[in-house]
């Protein structure tokens, strides 16, 4: 068996194949998730991410050692019901199938501001999962200021997703729904609902199609949030990534 690593920009995308005249499908594994690094967007109130260092070998320390100071909002991460207020549920008992999970990438780059259930009716059916891809894709790993205007769902979209039983949805800026909507809605029907969000994606180098996601938040006693590494995994005879 051979191992074959590729890098690709503006996205870090790994292939790992089998030997050249096997008949199994290549597998795809696309970073989907931020860099946190300075000069990263946040919401505005929350903490940016820091880096500090601690030891440093050419300091005379006897090993590299650093720390974070980061919202739990930070870059790419799930929200928890607790964020507001919806029940006791925090960071460490979300359910990790929601995160790990057949997952649909839909466009809605053609999306100027509002996604609403007209944008995904049909587009949808059967998926556990849904990752939007729209305009906002990009501009976070970009490190472009924050942007108030950013694409989002309506609350008829997120109606939509609960009653179409989507159990987790992904979205490529720092908030589901609209900066400072009056209340919340967007969020507080789809954590009422039981659906797990994600938040912060990168999905500017996906093909809309379906694939496996890997997304499991960080296991924090008391976490209204968690930050979470997120991958795609997609598998095609063909090598194409997605479906």
Known sequence: MSLRTRHESPRTRHEFAK????????MHIIDISVTLRDGLAAWPGEDYW???????????????VSRITMGLHCGTHVDAPWHFGLSDQTAESLPLDRFITPARVVDCTGVAQA????????????????????????????????????????PSAATYLVESGVHTVGVDYLSVEGFFAEGAPVHRILLA?????IEG?????????DYTLVAAPLKIAGGDGAPCRAVLIGQTASGRVGL
């Open 193 to 197: 609902a039981r659906v797990a969000i």
């Open 50 to 64: 820091r880096l500090d260092k601690t030891l440093r070998i050419a300091e005379g320390g006897a090993a590299n």
């Open 115 to 154: 996604i609403t259930r007209a944008d995904l009716a049909g587009r949808i059916d059967g998926t556990a999962a849904v990752l939007l891809k729209t305009a906002n894709s990009g501009t976070l790993e970009s490190l472009a200021s924050f942007n108030r205007q950013f694409v989002h769902l309506d």
């Open 201 to 209: 994606l990168d999905l500017s180098a996906v093909e809309p199609g």
């Open 19 to 26: 030997d050249p005249t096997s008949r199994q499908p290549h």
